[in-house]
């Protein structure tokens, strides 16, 4: 393990932090350590955050952090700070190597954020930014840690981090910590248009209100969907056949009603959402992202502006803070292109690596950079 910057290089480390959905999420049980045990398959989607980590300007002396994007303001508690750091102190902890760096003088970080995952959205955005710094930090210091000790960092981090690492289709069981990769989901994955209100569902209180009671009519639904949905992955499942049983994946998340119960405004939004797209829709995660499966990208940016027409001249309710985000995407897996993100009416090119240059002032070609024409820069509405 080396933990030493190339001497007299600036080193940028390009990383593109993909959402998840959660395609079923069972909750099987309660732990002894109060977390909730799950059997959830879970997909990384085209949509995502790019993360820069450069080595820090001469005299800095701790890890910072510039969010630009979708609002969030950047605070000591972001995972991404809370990623660089524990990676420090994991490097330290594991070193038997009496020549390494002692862990205060592994180098501070500068990281940059380019926010497109709605956080507290059921998406994994901020546990997703964790892994990739988790990764770019490690690339940053030209360092490795043994697949044991990232899998615990990981796991410290959050329960949904140690999926994002695994970088494709999973069964994820335990709180989150076990990861079983998956195929992909062969020939042409299906499109995924995503509607998340701007309401505030932190996971603790749906889990909290699960353990209270609020509980799926049928207790056993989300896992015989679930159970069902692996092993048709490990069969090879392609995306028309995942297309074909969406009606059973709208009944294969527990913790539904126990975001019903704590945002009963959304019931009603789901129901106008139903009837405007004539097709099923599911919840990621503990919400409030609501999501439904499309044939091809184009039918579900057309979904997409259909939905925000709605939205603008009040078919659909608006709920919580203002209209909803609304965006169309595709489900990603371990073979499709990491470096492509597709966002509604752009596309944003993402090339994860590792720059080493002498001046650290000329843009990084790595960055996001949006497609000729698009006058947005790439951002999702
Ligand atoms: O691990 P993470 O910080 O994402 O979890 C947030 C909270 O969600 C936990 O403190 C716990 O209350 C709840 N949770 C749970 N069971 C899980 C994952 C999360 O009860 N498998």
Redesign the pocket.
């Known amino acids: 393990m080396t933990t030493e910057m190339t001497a007299g290089a600036r080193v940028h480390v390009v990383r593109f932090a993909p959402a998840k959905l959660n395609l079923t999420l069972a909750v099987v049980g309660r732990r002894d350590d109060?977390?909730?045990?799950?059997h959830s398959i879970m997909v990384p989607l085209a949509l995502g955050d790019a993360l820069t980590v450069s080595e820090a300007p001469a005299g800095a002396t701790r890890d910072s952090l510039r969010v630009t994007g979708l609002g969030l303001s950047p605070s000591p508690d972001n995972l991404v700070l809370r990623a660089i750091a524990a990676t420090r102190a994991a490097l330290a902890a594991t070193s038997h190597d009496p020549t390494a760096q002692p862990r205060s003088l592994q180098p501070p970080l500068a990281a940059r954020l380019a926010k497109r995952v709605p956080v507290a959205a059921g998406l994994g955005g901020g546990?997703s930014d964790a892994a990739a710094a988790i990764d770019a930090a490690l690339a940053a210091w030209s360092a490795t840690l043994d697949p044991e000790s990232t899998a615990a960092l990981a796991a410290s981090l959050?329960?949904?981090v140690p999926f994002f690492l695994a970088r494709g289709v999973a069964l994820v069981t335990g709180?989150?910590e076990f990861v079983e990769p998956l195929p992909d989901i062969g020939a042409e994955p299906p499109a995924v248009l995503l509607v998340t209100p701007q309401l505030a569902l932190a996971?603790?209180g749906v889990?909290?209100a699960f353990a209270g009671g609020e509980r799926q009519r049928d207790a056993t639904r989300a896992l015989e969907v679930s159970e069902r949905l692996a092993a048709e992955l490990r069969a090879g499942l392609t995306g028309s056949a995942l297309l074909a049983g969406a009606a059973d994946l709208a009944a294969g998340n527990d913790l539904m009603q126990a975001a019903l119960s704590i945002a009963p405004g959304l019931r009603g939004f789901i129901t106008a959402l139903e009837k405007l797209v004539g097709r099923p829709v599911c919840q990621s995660g503990s919400g409030p992202t609501l999501w439904s499966l499309y044939a091809t990208l184009a039918e579900a940016r057309k979904a997409a502006r259909f939905v925000r027409l709605a939205a603008a001249n009040g078919t659909l309710p608006v709920i919580g803070a203002g209209e909803p985000f609304v965006v169309a995407t595709m489900i990603a897996g371990r073979h499709s292109p990491p470096e492509v993100q597709l966002t509604d009416g752009a596309t944003v090119t993402i090339r994860p690596r590792t720059v080493h240059n002498g001046t650290g002032s000329r843009p990084l070609r790595g960055e996001p950079v949006a497609e000729p024409g698009d006058p947005k820069g790439g951002e999702p509405r």
């Open positions: 109060g977390y909730h045990a799950l546990s959050g329960s949904d709180r989150g996971t603790p889990f909290k």
